[in-house]
């Protein structure tokens, strides 16, 4: 007669298998945390450009609506020509401020959720010296 015996599970491989299980989900935790924050800090990066770029459309038109008054007004026997010119310089001005502070910040800023796929790759390089580590022992 044959006698098969199966041990029963270790309890170290469980309780090795369940460590691994929270971490895995303890790092994804964190994860999903800084896409959160990265999610929300370039919603209102988009808010910001969304406004200012209102704005400076908004003093362009001033501008347009300015040099159109001033070429009507351009016939007029006054020196109403200055003040005109001076309010459509002034919203040209604050226009073209405001589009370029917006290239500006936009070349600046980062792409979104660069630090997120950085931590990821950094995951990934940690288990791969890891693994690279443990198949040399």
């Not at 001076?86 to 936009?106: H, S, Y």
């Not at 979104?112 to 198949?135: V, Y």
Request: aromatic share 10%.
């Amino acid at each position: 007669m044959v006698e098969t015996h199966h041990a029963p599970p270790r309890s170290d491989f469980r309780s090795a298998a369940a460590r691994f299980f929270n971490s895995a989900l303890a790092l994804a935790h964190t994860r999903a945390e800084l896409a959160s924050v990265e999610f929300a800090e370039e919603r209102a990066r988009l808010k910001r450009t969304a406004m200012m770029i209102a704005g400076a459309v908004f003093m362009l038109s001033f501008a347009v609506l300015g040099v159109a008054t001033w070429v009507v007004v351009y016939f007029w026997d006054t020196h109403r020509l200055e003040a005109i010119a001076g309010v459509t310089l002034m919203f040209a001005l604050a226009g073209a401020l405001l589009l370029w502070r917006n290239v500006a910040l936009e070349r600046q800023a980062p792409p979104p959720f660069s630090a997120t796929l950085a931590e990821l790759t950094k995951d990934r390089s940690w288990i791969m010296d890891r693994d690279e580590r443990r198949t040399g022992e």
